[in-house]
């Protein structure tokens, strides 16, 4: 059975561009979630995707967007990078959601120079 | 805002000893725990996880304990071996069960042989 498959493994990008992650989740899972992982504040939760539909957002700036296709497959872009913006980051799938449990990828680590 | 609190942040430990991590929550309608290993240039693993109708659950060296009085929850690894060594989050559930997890700020376990 396939894992959550994030690409690309590693991007570096300037300040100002915009970038697109993707997430492809585990076959039959619904939900995908995006987590941004640094050493200061550790893992923090970006958005939910539901059924195409986004059902959960963290604290982040509209910069941050994501979207979810009818595969599941889910991107997330964000435009405008800042230095701040470099981070690993993770996507989490499952079958419904939370009380399903989550799998994560192996995450996109993104440097922004 | 709800947050999930985990201590130490680093525990080195001799093989063969035991390890112990532990996490607050603030959400007295939390219901679901999981715990996830990280390894390095890995993706969060869950390694184990326990709801709220169950106080203690096993599998084999791990075991998580629950205590909704007290809103804390442990992890328990007995019989530790260099391949335990990992960073180590608990998380806990916000927004009710179309929620997303919070994660603990990590437990960097080192285990000396």
């Known amino acids: 059975k396939a894992g959550v498959t994030q690409t690309p493994r590693y991007l570096i990008k300037t300040r100002g561009q915009q970038v697109t992650l993707s997430c492809s989740p585990i076959?039959?899972?619904?939900?995908v979630s995006w987590y941004q992982q640094t050493p200061g504040q550790g893992l923090q939760f970006l958005f939910e995707?539901?059924?195409?539909?986004?059902?959960n957002k963290g604290n982040f700036p509209g910069r941050f967007s994501g979207r979810q296709f009818s595969n599941s497959r889910s991107e997330m872009n964000v435009s405008t990078l800042e230095l701040g913006d470099s981070a690993l980051y993770l996507c989490?799938?499952?079958?419904?959601?939370?009380?399903?449990?989550?799998?994560f990828g192996s995450g996109t680590r993104l440097t922004v120079v | 805002g709800e947050n999930v609190e985990q201590h130490p942040s680093t525990l080195s430990v001799q093989e063969g000893d035991s390890a112990v991590i532990k996490c607050t929550y603030s959400?007295?309608?939390?219901?679901?725990f999981p715990w996830y290993k990280q390894e390095l240039g890995k993706g969060p693993q869950l390694i184990i996880d326990?709801?709220?109708?169950?106080g203690e659950k096993k599998d084999q060296r791990i075991a998580v304990t629950l205590n909704k009085t007290a809103k804390h929850f442990s992890l328990h690894i007995t019989e530790t071996q260099p391949e335990d060594s990992a960073v180590y989050f608990c998380?806990?559930?916000?927004?009710?069960?179309?929620?997303?997890?919070?994660f603990g700020k990590g437990t960097k376990l080192s285990v000396k042989p």
């Open positions: 989490a799938s499952s079958l419904a959601g939370l009380n399903y449990g989550y799998t």
């Open positions: 076959s039959g899972h619904r939900s």
């Open positions: 995707y539901f059924s195409e539909t986004q059902r």
């Open positions: 959400d007295s309608a939390s219901n679901y």
């Open positions: 326990i709801r709220s109708n169950v």
């Open positions: 998380a806990g559930p916000y927004g009710g069960s179309q929620g997303n997890l919070i």
